[in-house]
Nanobody, 120 residues
Framework: VQLQASGGGLVQAGESLRLSCAAS????????MGWCRQAPGKQRELVAT???????NYADSVKGRFNISRDNAKNTVSLQMNSLKPEDTAVYYC???????????????WGQGTQVTVSS
């Protein structure tokens, strides 16, 4: 299973970016999907998650600005980031809990990371 993230870049404060992540390979079912981020010198932190049924959860720091969504038919998850702040600067990683066959358990997979830089 591979997760391919895209959409990062350099923007100014107040602007928007949309990150996307596609899961591929042998996939029977995907449970939770989400995004984490890691800024230089800091620990990786949860940004947002979404269940297969569409229930979402956000870090307090991004509530009201970020929106996570997914397309279960395409095995993709997206993160719409609005009103970006310099403190949102980080490498963003997508993740997914994937079951490769009905007899398997769910395992966690991570994408390669995409850089988001917000200038003031």
């Amino acid at each position: 299973v591979q997760l391919q993230a895209s959409g990062g870049g350099l923007v100014q404060a107040g602007e928007s970016l949309r990150l996307s992540c596609a899961a591929s390979g042998r996939i029977f079912r995907i449970n939770d999907m989400g995004w984490c981020r890691q800024a230089p010198g800091k620990q990786r932190e949860l940004v947002a998650t979404i269940t297969s049924g569409g229930t979402t959860n956000y870090a307090d720091s991004v509530k009201g600005r970020f929106n996570i969504s997914r397309d279960n038919a395409k095995n993709t998850v997206s993160l719409q980031m609005n009103s970006l702040k310099p403190e949102d600067t980080a490498v963003y990683y997508c993740n997914a809990e994937v079951r490769q066959a009905y007899w398997n358990t769910y395992l966690g997979y991570w994408g390669q990371g995409t850089q988001v830089t917000v200038s003031s």
